[in-house]
């Protein structure tokens, strides 16, 4: 294959392109993505849901591989995420001066 043929495929999405130099092909891990076959190995690197990847906090020991499409799923009660929150929020009931008097929390008048 000559180095400017894939010229056409950088700027081309069709499903149904007729380029013979380069063919559309259906993705190998099954998603069902048509593409220039040239476009395989970055389709299946950076996008294909079907490829199987490391948990993206495996830099943190987490060691689970899974289909790219599992991963938002994965996330959520994965063992190695940590969320460090530096809001601090005060938990303690306010203390009231007058406790006859009714007292605005939370946007709620509770009387007392």
């Known amino acids: 294959m000559e180095p400017d043929s894939h010229s056409h495929c950088e700027s081309c999405f069709s499903t149904t392109c007729t380029f013979t130099l380069c063919p559309v092909v259906l993705c ?3 998603c069902q993505v048509r593409f220039h076959k ?15 990847v490391p948990c993206i906090n495996s830099s943190y020991g987490c060691k689970d591989v899974f289909e ?11 063992p190695a995420s940590i969320t460090i929150c530096t809001h601090t929020w005060n938990r303690s009931a306010p203390v009231l001066q007058d406790t006859q008097s009714a ?8 009387g007392l």
């Open 28 to 30: 190998q891990l099954k």
């Open 38 to 52: 040239c476009k395989q190995e970055d389709h299946e690197e950076e996008i294909c849901e079907n490829k199987e």
């Open 68 to 78: 790219r499409k599992y991963m938002a799923e994965y996330l959520s009660h994965c």
């Open 103 to 110: 007292t605005i929390l939370r946007g709620k008048t509770v």
